[in-house]
């Protein structure tokens, strides 16, 4: 009897190893399959078009930048990714492909994050001062390169607040400024946002949430410096806010992840940096720089502006 009930946990095991491993097959062609039809749809094969990924010296060290566009004579676009620390540019083909008609779009992956960190891990240097020049010599580089007097700016996130601070600098290289998501006040931002989830949590009946954003409410507005804030606290309090907040036509998370894996622009270094490197303690660290950016965000680019 003991024969032969190993027998069949023996067998069971071994079926159980079999539809494990074509599962994880079927996985692994179903991503293939996309990712190959992805390349194929998003592929510009135009005469005048561009479709490039490249490393230039920038600030004395190289930095990745993803340049596509079917047509090189178009206006150029300098897209500054938020954060900091959260370039998207493997979700290009998902997001951008039809304004590629009518622009050449460059996504730059900015210093100590993203492919431009893997490329020199030992450069730390993200004062605002250095990113600002950073910026500088890619808009120059591209005016050369394309032939513009002005190259358009389109910041997201904290990218509106790279993107701001650089017009203020040099307004005569920039065509036009687009900010996406743009920060105004970076505490008020995320207090309205909260007060506004737990409004929605308390309609809901979920009176722990409610006094859970609550309590992160009243800690953030007490926080007067961004070097004392609680990172995890504010992590926490985003995530529940998100969570009440979410908008019509947003993508799931398990979408958002199957888009990335099937993009064709997804590499291993972009998986590493989302999975192991970066975190909201990274993205936070540059405020410092900005001085009373905390509190004020871009107030003194509109003033100025």
Same mark, same amino acid.
């Given at each position: ?19 494990? $491993? ?26 005048? &078009? ?42 290009? $083909? ?16 900015? !210093? ?30 591209? !005016? ?18 790279? &993107? ?14 687009? &900010? ?66 979410? $908008? ?58």
């Amino acid at each position: 009897m003991k024969k032969i009930s190993l027998k069949k946990v023996k067998k069971k095991m071994l079926m159980f190893f079999f539809v494990l $491993c074509a599962i994880v097959l079927l996985t692994f062609l179903t991503i293939v399959f996309f990712r190959i039809h992805n390349s194929l749809e998003s592929k510009i094969d135009t005469d005048l &078009g561009t479709q490039e990924n490249i490393y230039v010296t920038i600030g004395g060290i190289e930095q990745y930048l993803q340049i596509r566009g079917e047509d090189r004579n178009n206006p150029v676009i300098l897209w500054l990714h938020g954060g900091p620390g959260f370039p998207l540019t493997y979700l290009t $083909c998902y997001y951008q492909t039809a304004l590629e008609k009518d622009y050449t779009i460059v996504c730059w992956e900015q !210093r100590g994050c993203g492919r431009t960190f893997y490329r020199n891990k030992g450069d730390n240097n993200l004062a605002i001062e250095q990113l600002l020049a950073d910026t500088d010599e890619i808009i120059d580089y591209l !005016r050369g390169r394309f032939g513009k007097d002005k190259i358009i700016i389109m910041g997201q996130s904290w990218g509106t607040v790279l &993107g701001m601070e650089y017009i203020n600098v040099h307004p005569e290289k920039v065509a036009t400024y687009i &900010g996406v998501g743009q920060v105004t006040n970076f505490s008020h931002g995320k207090i309205y946002a909260a007060e506004n989830a737990a409004q929605i949590a308390s309609e809901n009946g979920n009176k722990e949430e409610v006094e859970f954003l609550e309590r992160c409410i009243e800690q953030l507005s007490e926080t007067e410096d961004i070097k004392k804030l609680d990172v995890k606290s504010l992590e926490e309090m985003i995530i529940k806010s998100i969570k009440y907040l979410k $908008c019509d036509g947003e993508m799931s998370g398990t979408k958002q992840i199957f888009t990335a894996i099937t993009s064709p622009e997804m590499s291993w270094n972009d998986a590493k940096w989302f999975l192991f490197a970066s975190d909201t303690q990274n993205i936070i660290a540059p405020w410092p720089a900005l001085g009373n950016g905390f509190k004020c965000g871009c107030e003194k680019a509109y003033v100025t502006a």
